[in-house]
C-alpha cells in the first residue's frame, strides 16, 4: 500500500492526522482537473465547474450522510468555522460553550469574535485520564449556564486524538435550545459518520485529512433552518445573483471569486479509492495497531494512558504523555536525526506525543518511533520518566 502514496520513502510518516496523505492515483485525476482548468479557464470556470461541483458533492452526501443542498466546500475548517462566526447573532455576556480540548486555531477565533463582541468563550475543563463517556458529559454540562447559547465541540480532538460523545451533546443541547457547532476535522475517513443522525446545526470536516484528497478540501455543512442567515465569509458574484438557482445558501457560498476548485472535484476519485482498497478493513486494522502499541509506549515513557484503550475514544491515532519541557526540540529531534514525522503538542500543561497510523504505516514504523525514543531517553535529557 505505501507505493500507492507520494510520501518521501526515508521518512517515517506518523503524522497522517495533521495533512493527511494522498495516493498516486487521486493526485493524478487532481492534476487533471488542473490541466483542464488551464487548457480553457473561462469555459471551465464558467460552464463546466458548477456541473462537476454538483458531481463532486452527490457521493460525498450519501459518505456523510446527509443532502447534497445543505453543504459547500471550503479549504479547510477554519474557513468553515470563520464563515459561522461572521453570521452568529450573539450578544455580550452570552456564553459559548467549549471544551478545553480544542485546536488551537478554532480556540484563536472564538477569541478573536469574543473580543469584538464581549461574549464570553467557556473552554470547560475535561480531565485526563478519561474514565468513560459518562465522565466527558458530565464535565462538560457543568460548564452550562442559562447565558449559554452555542455548543461548540471537536468530536475528535488534535493534541489528544480522543473521540468526544458528540451524539449525547448534540442531543441534550436540542433538548435546551442551543446552536450546535462541530469541529468534525478528522472524522470523515476516520470513524464512521452520518451528520443526519447527529443532528448538528453546524458541522465542519475535512476530506485532505483521512479521506485523503488533496490538500484544501473540506465542507461545512449547514442546517436547512440556518442556511440563509449564513453570511459569505467572501461576498462576490453569488449575492444577489443576476442569475440566481434555486438556493440561496448554495449561490452566496459556492461562488466566492476565482480559485482552483479541483480538489473538491477529484471527491468521486477519492471516495472510489476507499472503496476499491476495502478501506472500512484497512481502518480496522489500523486501529488495532494504535491500540496494541499505546501502554507499551506509556511504559517506555512512565506515563499512563489518557482513556481506556478501546474503539470508544481512539480511531487511527493516539497521543502518549511524555515528561518534556521542550516540545519543539522534541520534535525536531525526531525528524532532523531520526527521520520520523510526528508532531509533539503542548495542551493543557502536559505534552503529548500523537502518532497516527494509516494504510502505509507497520508495525515496523511504530518500532523505528520506540527505538528512538529509547535512544533519546539514554542520551539527552529532553524526557524524562
Keep these: 500500500?505505501?507505493?500507492?502514496?507520494?510520501?518521501?520513502?526515508?521518512?517515517?510518516?506518523?503524522?497522517?492526522?495533521?495533512?493527511?496523505?494522498?495516493?498516486?492515483?487521486?493526485?493524478?485525476?487532481?492534476?487533471?482537473?488542473?490541466?483542464?482548468?488551464?487548457?480553457?479557464?473561462?469555459?471551465?470556470?464558467q460552464k463546466k465547474l458548477p456541473v462537476y461541483l454538483k458531481q463532486a458533492k452527490a457521493p460525498l452526501a450519501a459518505f456523510i450522510g446527509c443532502e447534497k443542498e445543505d453543504f459547500f466546500f471550503t479549504p479547510n475548517p477554519t474557513f468553515a468555522i470563520n464563515t459561522i462566526m461572521r453570521s452568529l447573532k450573539l450578544q455580550a455576556g452570552d456564553e459559548i460553550l467549549s471544551t478545553n480540548h480544542e485546536y488551537g486555531a478554532m480556540d484563536r477565533t472564538w477569541n478573536f469574535y469574543c473580543k469584538n463582541t464581549g461574549v464570553k468563550y467557556i473552554r470547560q475543563p475535561i480531565t485526563l485520564p478519561i474514565i468513560s463517556k459518562q465522565q466527558i458529559l458530565e464535565e462538560f454540562w457543568k460548564g452550562y449556564t442559562p447565558k449559554t447559547k452555542v455548543v461548540f465541540i471537536n468530536q475528535i480532538s488534535s493534541a489528544t486524538a480522543l473521540i468526544f460523545p458528540?451524539?449525547?451533546?448534540?442531543?441534550?443541547?436540542?433538548?435546551?435550545?442551543?446552536?450546535?457547532?462541530?469541529?468534525?476535522?478528522?472524522?470523515?475517513?476516520?470513524?464512521?459518520?452520518?451528520?443526519?443522525?447527529?443532528?448538528?446545526?453546524?458541522?465542519?470536516?475535512?476530506?485532505?485529512?483521512?479521506?485523503?484528497?488533496?490538500?484544501?478540501?473540506?465542507?461545512?455543512?449547514?442546517?436547512?433552518?440556518?442556511?440563509?442567515?449564513?453570511?459569505?465569509?467572501?461576498?462576490?458574484?453569488?449575492?444577489?445573483?443576476?442569475?440566481?438557482?434555486?438556493?440561496?445558501?448554495?449561490?452566496?457560498?459556492?461562488?466566492?471569486?476565482?480559485?482552483?476548485?479541483?480538489?473538491?472535484?477529484?471527491t468521486p476519485q477519492v471516495i472510489q479509492f476507499l472503496d476499491e482498497n476495502k478501506w472500512t478493513l484497512i481502518s480496522k486494522a489500523c486501529k488495532t495497531i494504535v491500540q496494541d502499541n499505546y501502554q507499551r509506549f506509556c511504559?517506555?515513557?512512565?506515563?499512563?494512558?489518557?482513556?481506556?484503550?478501546?474503539?470508544?475514544?481512539?480511531?487511527?491515532?493516539?497521543?502518549?504523555?511524555?515528561?518534556?519541557?521542550?516540545?519543539?526540540?522534541?520534535?525536531?529531534?525526531?525528524?532532523?536525526?531520526?527521520?520520523?514525522q510526528i508532531p509533539v503538542m503542548p495542551l493543557n500543561d502536559a505534552v503529548y506525543i500523537r502518532y497516527s497510523i494509516n494504510a502505509y504505516n507497520t508495525q515496523e514504523d511504530l518500532d523505528v518511533l520506540y527505538n528512538a525514543l529509547q535512544d533519546i531517553i539514554k542520551t539527552t535529557d529532553l524526557i524524562s520518566v
Design 1 to 45: 500500500m505505501k507505493s500507492q502514496f507520494l510520501l518521501d520513502p526515508s521518512i517515517t510518516f506518523l503524522n497522517h492526522g495533521s495533512f493527511g496523505a494522498c495516493p498516486k492515483l487521486v493526485f493524478k485525476a487532481y492534476q487533471d482537473f488542473q490541466l483542464e482548468l488551464e487548457a480553457d479557464p473561462v469555459l471551465f470556470i
Design 166 to 266: 458528540v451524539k449525547e451533546i448534540c442531543d441534550h443541547a436540542k433538548e435546551l435550545g442551543l446552536i450546535t457547532i462541530i469541529d468534525g476535522a478528522h472524522v470523515p475517513g476516520h470513524i464512521d459518520l452520518n451528520i443526519t443522525q447527529l443532528n448538528p446545526d453546524f458541522y465542519t470536516g475535512t476530506l485532505h485529512k483521512w479521506m485523503l484528497a488533496p490538500k484544501g478540501s473540506s465542507f461545512l455543512y449547514v442546517k436547512k433552518e440556518f442556511q440563509n442567515s449564513i453570511d459569505p465569509l467572501i461576498v462576490s458574484w453569488g449575492y444577489e445573483s443576476v442569475m440566481p438557482s434555486d438556493s440561496q445558501f448554495l449561490d452566496y457560498h459556492e461562488y466566492q471569486g476565482t480559485n482552483d476548485h479541483s480538489a473538491y472535484l477529484c
Design 299 to 340: 511504559n517506555l515513557l512512565n506515563t499512563q494512558p489518557i482513556c481506556p484503550i478501546t474503539d470508544e475514544f481512539l480511531g487511527q491515532m493516539a497521543s502518549i504523555p511524555v515528561k518534556t519541557t521542550q516540545a519543539l526540540a522534541l520534535k525536531e529531534l525526531l525528524y532532523n536525526t531520526y527521520k520520523i
